[in-house]
C-alpha cells in the first residue's frame, strides 16, 4: 500500500550530483517516490553501461527502492537485479531484492537471497522476519481458510481505491478514498502519480442496493492528500488523514469533520502531541468511542510506523503505545478495534506472505495477580485469500464475518483497490436419537440444549426419536432428554475449534419407570455373589443415575439361568442382588430407595427388539423357557442362558423424600 507515511531513512548517491539528480533524492526523502523514481529512470537511461556502470548500478538501486515503495514488486525486481549487474556494492541489495521477489510470491528465490544476506547479517531483524514469512507462505496458501474474496466492482475505479469504512453500525453509507478522475486534488501526486486522494462514499437505496459512489460534499476534500477515514460510533464525527506537500517535509496530519445530513464541514487538525516532525495516520475509533487508535512514527515506539492510541474523553488525552506484542521494528499500520478485545491491523513487521499482510490480535484475559503495564494479545495472521503476496490492509467489517478491505494483489501499476470477503458460517450440528432400553422410539421425548456460550436450545424427537441441533465451534454442551413415564438422561459435549462443516452423533437411551431396565455388563464370578471389577462402570453409571433422580425408589432384581435348583438359584440371586444395592449405598444412595430382590429362575427374559438385534436367532417376542430352550442347539441354549442371567431395576415410586 503506497501509504502517506514519510521513509525514516535518506538513500543518497555517493557520487557528485547534479540538479536533476539531487532533485530525485530530495524526493524520494519526502516519500514523493512516483516523481522520484521518474527522475531516477531518465538518468540512469542517460549514463552509458561501460563508463558509468558504476553510477548505473546505484542509479538502478535507487530506482529499486522507489518501485519497492509503490509496490511494484516486478519492477523493483528488475531494477535490483540490474543493480547487482553492475556490481553495485551496497550489501543491502540483497536484502530488497528478496524483499521485491517476496512481493512477487516468489517464495524460492526470496529465501535464497534472504541466506545470502543473513550470511554476511545474520541479526539483521528484516532478513529474519522475511524469510520465516516466506518459510510459512506455502502452507499457507495449501491450508488456505474459510474466507471468500472478491474485487468489488461498484467501487473500485481505473485508479486506486482503498480503504473502506462503514460510516455506523446501520451499514448503510461506505466512504473509502479514491484517486479516480474525479476527485478534487491535484492532477498529479508526487507519491503515486495519480490525482490526489479524495474522499468518496456511497450508499443503500430504498431496495438495499449500493448506489454509484460521489464524492463528498462540503468542505471535506481539498487539494491535498485525503487518506484513510474512521468515524465516532454515532457517524456525526470523521477522523481523516491528509497529507499536505510543504517545501520540507511532506507531512500527515488527522484532521476532524463534522456531519451535517449528507455534508461535512471542512477539516480541523486534530492536535495529538506538540511534535510537528512526526507523522500521524490511519485514524480508528474504538466501538465505545473512547479511544483514538492511529499509526505514528514519533519517538517512543519500537521502530518504522507503530499503532498507539489517546483516550478522547480524557482531557489530558492519555496517549499509549500498543506495546512490543503488537509493535515491531517494521511498519504496522491501519488498526480496527473491532471489539474491546479484537484488534485487526497490518504489518510488515511480523512474518507475512509479502508486503502488508492483515493480522488479528486477541486481547488475553488477565490472570489473578498480573500487575504487568501492557497488555498481551495473542497474534494470528489472517491467511490466504485474505493476505497475498501484496499489500493487504484497511480491513471493515459489515454484518457478521464479511466485510471489505484493500490489496495491491494482481496490480503492476501498485494501485489499490477494494475487495469483499465473507466468512461463510460453519455448517455443524449434533442429530441422535431418543430411545428405551430396547431400542423402541420413546414417544414425544424433549431435548435441551444448553451451551457455555448463553444459548438454550429446546425441540421434541420425531417420531422414529430422532432431533437435530445446530451447533457452534468451541463450545461446551449441556444435553438432556426426557418423556412421561422415563427417567431423564443427560450427556456433556464440547464441539472442537476445527474450521470444518461437521456433524456429531449423541443418542439418549432414556429408562422406562413402567417396566424392567436391564442393568447391562454386571458380572459375578461363576457360582457366586461378589461382584467383578468389570462392573464399577456400569455400577457408577447407575449411582449417577439414582443422583440425577433423588425423589425415584428402585427395585433392585437378579436374575439366573436354568442350571441349578430353583430354591439354589433364587438364594443366588438374591445374594447378587444384596450385593449390587451395598454398592450402590456405599456409594451415598439412600438405603431406604433400594429393595434387593432375588427371583432366580422364575422369571425367565421375553425377547425384545433390542436382544433380538443382538441375537438375531430368537424372534422378538419369544420367552426364554426352559422348556424352550431346551429345543434348541447346544450353542443357542448357552446364549439364551446369557440372556436370562441378568440384573435389572424397577422403579417402584417417584415420589421418595428425605
Not at 549487474?85 to 512481493?103: G, H, K, N, P
Not at 469504512?165 to 479516480?180: A, G, V
Not at 478534487?184 to 438495499?208: A, W
Request: hydrophobic share 35%.
Amino acid at each position: 500500500m503506497v501509504g502517506l507515511m514519510l521513509a525514516s531513512v535518506a538513500l543518497s548517491l555517493t557520487s557528485c550530483k547534479g540538479p536533476k539528480l539531487k532533485d530525485a533524492d530530495e524526493a524520494y526523502d519526502r516519500g514523493e517516490y512516483f516523481d522520484a523514481a521518474t527522475i531516477y529512470r531518465k538518468l540512469y537511461n542517460r549514463y552509458n553501461r561501460k563508463e558509468d556502470a558504476w553510477l548505473r548500478g546505484e542509479l538502478a538501486f535507487q530506482l529499486g527502492m522507489c518501485h519497492l515503495k509503490l509496490n511494484q514488486g516486478n519492477r523493483a525486481t528488475a531494477a535490483f537485479q540490474n543493480a547487482i549487474r553492475y556490481e553495485y556494492e551496497d550489501s543491502t541489495t540483497l536484502l530488497r531484492l528478496a524483499q521485491a521477489q517476496q512481493r512477487e510470491g516468489q517464495y524460492a528465490a526470496a529465501i535464497k537471497n534472504y541466506d545470502d544476506y543473513l550470511a554476511m547479517f545474520p541479526d539483521d531483524w528484516e532478513a529474519q522476519v522475511g524469510k520465516r514469512g516466506c518459510e510459512l507462505a506455502p502452507q499457507w496458501k495449501e491450508d488456505g481458510s474459510r474466507y471468500i474474496v472478491k474485487q468489488n466492482k461498484l467501487l473500485n475505479s481505473r485508479r486506486a481505491d482503498y480503504c473502506p469504512m462503514y460510516l455506523d453500525n446501520k451499514l448503510e453509507y461506505i466512504y473509502f478514498t479514491s484517486t479516480n478522475e474525479k476527485s478534487t486534488g491535484e492532477l498529479h501526486s508526487e507519491i503515486t502519480g495519480t490525482k490526489k486522494g479524495d474522499i468518496y462514499f456511497t450508499k443503500k437505496d430504498e431496495k438495499g442496493n449500493w448506489t454509484r459512489p460521489e464524492v463528498v460534499d462540503g468542505g471535506l476534500n481539498t487539494e491535498h492528500d485525503e487518506g484513510a477515514a474512521a468515524f465516532s460510533p454515532d457517524g456525526s464525527t470523521m477522523y481523516v488523514a491528509r497529507a499536505v506537500r510543504q517545501d520540507w517535509p511532506t507531512s500527515v496530519e488527522i484532521y476532524t469533520s463534522s456531519r451535517s445530513e449528507a455534508k461535512w464541514s471542512a477539516p480541523q487538525k486534530f492536535e495529538i502531541t506538540a511534535d510537528t516532525l512526526s507523522n500521524y495516520s490511519d485514524p480508528a475509533v474504538s466501538p465505545d468511542g473512547q479511544w483514538l487508535y492511529f499509526v505514528s512514527d514519533m519517538p517512543g515506539g519500537q521502530g518504522g510506523t507503530d499503532i498507539w492510541r489517546i483516550n478522547l474523553k480524557d482531557k489530558h488525552g492519555t496517549l499509549e503505545n500498543l506495546g512490543p506484542q503488537i509493535n515491531t521494528k517494521g511498519n504496522e499500520r491501519f488498526p480496527n478495534m473491532r471489539t474491546d478485545s479484537l484488534l485487526y491491523f497490518s504489518s510488515d513487521g511480523h512474518p507475512g506472505m509479502g508486503g502488508l499482510d492483515l493480522f488479528v490480535a486477541h486481547l488475553q484475559p488477565r490472570e489473578e495477580g498480573d500487575h504487568n503495564v501492557m497488555d498481551r494479545w495473542a497474534i494470528e495472521n489472517m491467511g490466504v485469500p485474505m493476505n497475498s503476496a501484496a499489500d493487504d490492509f484497511g480491513i471493515t467489517f459489515g454484518q457478521g464475518e464479511s466485510g471489505m478491505f484493500s490489496s495491491n494483489r494482481g496490480d503492476a501499476r501498485g494501485y489499490d483497490h477494494i475487495f469483499d470477503f465473507v466468512k461463510p458460517d460453519l455448517q455443524i450440528w449434533i442429530s441422535g436419537y431418543v430411545v428405551d432400553k430396547d431400542d423402541e422410539p420413546v414417544p414425544n421425548a424433549v431435548i435441551r440444549i444448553v451451551g457455555d456460550d448463553g444459548s438454550n436450545q429446546k425441540t421434541v424427537a420425531k417420531p422414529d426419536g430422532s432431533f437435530r441441533f445446530d451447533l457452534q465451534r468451541g463450545v461446551k454442551y449441556a444435553m438432556m432428554a426426557g418423556a412421561e413415564g422415563y427417567l431423564n438422561a443427560r450427556q456433556e459435549f464440547e464441539s472442537d475449534n476445527a474450521e470444518e462443516d461437521a456433524e456429531y452423533n449423541v443418542d439418549f437411551i432414556l429408562a422406562a419407570t413402567f417396566k424392567a431396565q436391564i442393568i447391562e455388563n454386571i458380572f459375578y464370578d461363576f457360582d457366586k455373589a461378589v461382584l467383578r471389577d468389570e462392573s464399577k462402570l456400569a455400577l457408577d453409571s447407575m449411582v449417577m443415575l439414582l443422583k440425577d433422580h433423588p425423589n425415584i425408589v428402585i427395585e433392585m432384581a437378579s436374575h439366573t439361568d436354568r442350571v441349578g435348583s430353583a430354591k439354589y438359584n433364587q438364594g443366588l440371586s438374591q445374594r447378587r442382588a444384596q450385593s449390587v444395592v451395598d454398592y450402590l449405598i456405599a456409594n451415598g444412595i439412600p438405603r431406604e430407595r433400594l429393595k434387593p430382590a432375588g427371583y432366580g429362575e422364575s422369571q425367565p427374559k421375553t425377547v425384545t427388539k433390542r436382544i433380538n438385534s443382538k441375537y438375531p436367532q430368537f424372534a422378538e417376542g419369544v420367552t426364554l423357557t426352559e422348556e424352550f430352550i431346551k429345543t434348541l442347539s447346544k450353542e443357542d441354549q448357552e446364549a439364551a442362558d446369557q440372556i436370562n442371567r441378568r440384573t435389572e431395576f424397577t422403579v417402584l415410586d417417584t415420589s421418595y423424600q428425605y
